[in-house]
Structure formats: structure tokens, C-alpha cells
């Protein structure tokens, strides 16, 4: 296809802001598919997407469009809002040259609003923006357009007015991409380069691999190579999203679309790669993608050891599908044989953690999560730690590491005070205030990253009664007072529900949890003592009672010193039973770890 009639654009926003609804717009109105086929959320196909009404995953869909007689092909890659999904944000932008800025016509420009912009600009995208949610009853269309000028440096005044939920105005945003969004630049006698920008597991044919070719054209039958894996394939399918898989015998420059080669190794594919032709390989591969940093570990466990081997399986596929996402085999004392999973951020946990139990029909049990550190020994090495039970004798630390994050609020100006509250509690360095307006403003802080992830947003919403927003960035190392506190069950250290904590915050944290596990644990047939320590200091102690049965309940009157007899050899067997009885912890007491924040 003549590559001046292709336009490659994605949509970036705030999360619920109308992405997926004005998607679904652009496909209605456009006539790729039927009034009948029309439902909300057409391109969200996960389970989890579609529950929690959230864009997990980036989509990709091709949409043909008839412009002053022209039909052009707008290749639309649909991009997820919340900040733990940005790492999928910036893999789609990379596959495009232009961008719809859409803002809520009520909330204006939010925190993710700002970050997703400035990532669009970076990877030097014509920016458009787009007004949506103006058929709400209250709206601020000119307060917004002001915000958009002010905060991000846009022209606000020529921003599109519309409503992706009634469909006003759309057409006006199909026609302002065709005019406004850059053709791709492309050769297509130039031997074949195709960036790999996502790919996922298909059980019946193997990986799917989805590709935006860059020069050349990739065809049908064609011997293709991977550059990073090295791997020589013949192309057995080809095709576009429309928004189905629909098969055609190529793709040419500027063109997104899938490629099928039988692939069965998951190894062999990787995000970010460069297809070229086996017989004229190009000079060079694509710049591909930076590696996205994991900063949330948690331990994940299948309840039946028997499904070891399947669960390996399926976070494999998850890698697959999602290049931000890392595991690795681990052994717990407590719990077995599992794996150390790695995450961007608490929603990204919740997300893999759901798609496991539900998509893969797998039980899991899931260790509280925790930041990766960084510990500087006696010896000179500077080790990264993201799993508690690694930390060495405080003897062997000369300096224990945080990572900091520098969190954006946006706030209701009224709530200021509570969000300058709220930081500082969590030891938060101040780094400035701008207001936005007359009644909102954005407070910048410098915060531990481990007090941001846990539950910094469920308190942000609750403070500002959903109005106020966040966005984070990880920007480096910095020394702390911390020390790893460890919780011993009946005696016996429990590595899953070791963590990592500040000294100041230890005793209260420490008492909090063991007060916490005291309710979720049940009683047994002996005491149990549940202790909070660090090295070789208890700082807090509950005591879980034994259950207590009457054996006396059958004698009526008569000598005491039956009664007596009973209750030694009661005593007995509880010494015996304490002494060899196994505790045994449920599920929630892993994750109490994290609940116990909550009650400081």
C-alpha cells in the first residue's frame, strides 16, 4: 500500500478518560464493524480488562477510512492509562508518528495525562488534542483547554470537542488524523526492517508475533530471521487487526500487523526485536526498547506442589505477552517450590495474579510484596536485594539503600493540607507546589518508593474524595535507616513473612502485624506465640490461646484428685503437642504483611 495513505496514531490519556470507548467509536464509524457487532470495549479481550474496565494490554487495530475520495489506513494502537502500564505506553508510541491527547471535559489534565504527554513528545509525535465527555451535565471545556495550553504547552484553543459515548464529533477526529498525522517514511525495495512490538501465545499456532515494518515488506512463504535470537523462520501467516485476525499476503512499509511462523519455543521471540529477510538481512537492527526496570517482588506458590510445572508454563506465556514481567524458581521453607515474580508496580501484580487464578485455573499462594534495595557491604560489593530472606547479618551492611520515587499529586486546592500531611508521614522530602487554576494544583515530593506502592493511592482517593491523581518516577538510590524484621511462628522463623522496614516504623509496625496474624490464624490444640524481631531483639509478642476442652465435664461430685489426674494428663499432651504440632497458616497471614501498614 502507498505509504501516504497510511497514518499510524495512538491514543494517550489519563485512565478512564474514554480511550477504549472512543476506539470502539472509531471502529462503529468507520464501518469496520456492524451496529449489531458494536459492544463496549471491543478491543479490552482479557477477562480482567473487561471486570475491572481498565485497558491491561496495548491493541492494535487497522482501520480503513474513505477521506476525500481517498481510502487511507489508520492504524490505531490502543495504550493503557495507569501508571504501572506506562512501560506498555511507550512500546506502542514507538510504533507510531502521531498521538491523540484525549482529556476528560470535567477532570481536565490529570497526573497520568501529563506523563503520557511528555513520553509523546519525547518519541516526537504529532500531538492532537481531543476534548472528550462533553454530553456530560457539568462540564469545564474552557477551563481544560487553558489547562492544556498552561500544563502541557499544546494549543488548546483547536482542540476537538466530542463524545465517544454518544459518537458526536467523532468523524471529526478520523479526518483531523488523516490531516495531521505524519505519513511513515519507508522504502519498500529496502532490505526488510519490522520492529517487533508485542507478541503473545496462541495454544493452537504457536507465537504470535505483532510487527510495524519499518522499510521493506515482509511477505507470505518468505524466510524471515530474528536479529537478537537468530532464528530463521518461513512466514506461514500474515494479516491485520480489523479487529479480528484478518490474513492477507503482506505487509509493506509503514503497515502493522501479526506474523505467524509455527514458533513453539516462547524463547525464541522477544519484544522489541528486528524481522528482516533471510536472503537480503538488513544492515543494522532497530533500536528496539530499553529494558523496563521491575521495582515490586512478590513470591507466588502454587497451593498443590503438583502444579509446579504448569505454573512455569504459564508465567512463561505471560512474558511473552507482557516483556515487563519477570520470574525466576525459588524455595521457601514455608512454602515450597515456587517463583520470585517481578512487577512494575501493585495494580501490574494484581493483574498477573488474577489472569493466573482465573485464565490458568491455577491456586496460588502469593508472599507479600516488597522494593528491590541496594546494600553496600563491609566488603566494597553493592549488592540489589528483592527478596527479604537475602538480606545478610546487619554486621555484613556498611549502607542499606531505598529506592525514592519523585510523585506528582494533582490535586482540589482545599486538599493540599491533607496530601502535605499524608507525605510526610511516610517521609517524604518537599519539593514544591504550582497551582493549576483556581482550584487545583500539583504538589511535587520526593518519597520512598516502598511507602508510595503500598497503599499511597487507596489513601490519596480516600483524602480527596477521588478527585486527586498521582504519577511516580523512579529516580535512584538513597541511604536509610532499614533493617529487615523477621516473624517467628511457635518458635520458628517464617521466611515468607519476612520484610523490610524502617527502623523508626519498626516497633509499630511490628506490633501491628503480630496483632494482625493473632487474628488470622486459628486457634489449635496448643499455644502458639507469635514474636516480631530484628536479629536477635523480640520488639512485639501475641499469644494465640490453646483450644481448651472441658475433660472433667463427665464427673459429677467425687474426689478431686480425679478431677486432678485429668487435667495433668491434659497438660501432658499439650506440652507434647507443642513440641511437635505443626502450625498451620492460611493464606491471608502472607498477605497481612502489607494489611498491616494500614493500621499504624
Request: charged residues 25%; proline residues 4%.
Amino acid at each position: 500500500m502507498d505509504t501516504s495513505l497510511i497514518r499510524n496514531f495512538s491514543i494517550v490519556a489519563h485512565i478512564d478518560h474514554g480511550k477504549s470507548t472512543l476506539a470502539d467509536q472509531f471502529l462503529l464509524q468507520s464501518g469496520a464493524i456492524t451496529e449489531r457487532e458494536f459492544k463496549e470495549q471491543i478491543l479490552d479481550d482479557l477477562d480482567v480488562e473487561r471486570e475491572r474496565g481498565i485497558t491491561v494490554k496495548a491493541r492494535t487495530v487497522a482501520i480503513y477510512y474513505e477521506y476525500k475520495g481517498k481510502t487511507y489506513e489508520l492504524n490505531l494502537i490502543d495504550t493503557p492509562g495507569h501508571v504501572d502500564f506506562h512501560y506498555e505506553v511507550s512500546r506502542s508510541l514507538a510504533a507510531c508518528e502521531g498521538a491523540l491527547l484525549l482529556v476528560d471535559a470535567f477532570q481536565g489534565v490529570q497526573a497520568q495525562t501529563v506523563a503520557n504527554t511528555y513520553a509523546a513528545i519525547e518519541a516526537d509525535l504529532e500531538i492532537v488534542p481531543v476534548i472528550n465527555k462533553i454530553d456530560l451535565p457539568v462540564v469545564r471545556i474552557d477551563d481544560v483547554m487553558e489547562e492544556i495550553e498552561t500544563i502541557l504547552g499544546l494549543d488548546g484553543l483547536n482542540s476537538i470537542l466530542v463524545s465517544a459515548k454518544t459518537g458526536l464529533n467523532v468523524k471529526d477526529v478520523l479526518d483531523a488524523i488523516v490531516e495531521q498525522v505524519p505519513a511513515p517514511e519507508g522504502q519498500p525495495d529496502k532490505p526488510l526492517q519490522a520492529l517487533v512490538f508485542d507478541s503473545k501465545y496462541d495454544h493452537f499456532r504457536g507465537v504470535v508475533t505483532y510487527l510495524r515494518v519499518k522499510e521493506g515488506s515482509v511477505r507470505k512463504g518468505q524466510q524471515i530471521q530474528y536479529m537478537k535470537g537468530g532464528s530463521v523462520h518461513e512466514v506461514l501467516e500474515l494479516g491485520q487487526f480489523r479487529p479480528d485476525m484478518k490474513p492477507c499476503d503482506e505487509l509493506g512499509p509503514g503497515q502493522v500487523g501479526y506474523m505467524l511462523c509455527g514458533i513453539k519455543e516462547l524463547s525464541m521471540v522477544h519484544v522489541g526485536d528486528t524481522v528482516t529477510g533471510k536472503s537480503n538481512p538488513a544492515a543494522e537492527a532497530l533500536p528496539g526498547y530499553a529494558t523496563p526496570q521491575q521495582m515490586v517482588f512478590c513470591g507466588m506458590y502454587p497451593i498443590d506442589a503438583t502444579d509446579f510445572e504448569k505454573l512455569r508454563g504459564e508465567l512463561q506465556k505471560m512474558g511473552l505477552n507482557d516483556a515487563s514481567f519477570s520470574f525466576l524458581a525459588e524455595t521457601s521453607d514455608a512454602l515450597g517450590f515456587g517463583f520470585r515474580c517481578g512487577f512494575l508496580g501493585m495494580l501490574h501484580m494484581e493483574i498477573i495474579q488474577q489472569r493466573l487464578e482465573k485464565e490458568a485455573e491455577i491456586d496460588l499462594i502469593q508472599t507479600a510484596p516488597n522494593v528491590t534495595y541496594e546494600l553496600k557491604l563491609n566488603t566494597g560489593e553493592v549488592k540489589l536485594i528483592d527478596n527479604p530472606q537475602d538480606v545478610p547479618d546487619a554486621g555484613q551492611i556498611d549502607e542499606f539503600r531505598e529506592p525514592i520515587a519523585k510523585v506528582t499529586f494533582i490535586v482540589p486546592s482545599e486538599n493540599i493540607g491533607v496530601i502535605l500531611q499524608l507525605s510526610e508521614d511516610r517521609r517524604g522530602i518537599y519539593l514544591g507546589t504550582e497551582y493549576l487554576g483556581s482550584n487545583r494544583a500539583q504538589v511535587t515530593y520526593e518519597l520512598p518508593l516502598a511507602e508510595v506502592i503500598y497503599d499511597m493511592h487507596d489513601r490519596l482517593k480516600s483524602a480527596t474524595r477521588g478527585y486527586g491523581t498521582m504519577d511516580y518516577e523512579i529516580i535512584g538510590y538513597r541511604p536509610a535507616d532499614l533493617v529487615k524484621m523477621d516473624i517467628l511462628v511457635k518458635g520458628n522463623k517464617v521466611d515468607a513473612l519476612s520484610t523490610i522496614v524502617h527502623r523508626d516504623n519498626s516497633d509499630r509496625r511490628g506490633r501491628a502485624l503480630a496483632k494482625r496474624l493473632k487474628g488470622e490464624i486459628s486457634k489449635h490444640q496448643f499455644e502458639i506465640a507469635i514474636q516480631a524481631a530484628i536479629g536477635m531483639r523480640v520488639i512485639a509478642r501475641e499469644t494465640i490461646s490453646a483450644l481448651r476442652k472441658n475433660v472433667t465435664a463427665k464427673c459429677y461430685g467425687g474426689d478431686i484428685s480425679r478431677k486432678k489426674k485429668l487435667w495433668a494428663k491434659q497438660k501432658e499432651g499439650k506440652k507434647r503437642m507443642k513440641q511437635f504440632g505443626e502450625v498451620e497458616i492460611p493464606q491471608k497471614a502472607f498477605l497481612s504483611v502489607l494489611e498491616s501498614g494500614k493500621d499504624e
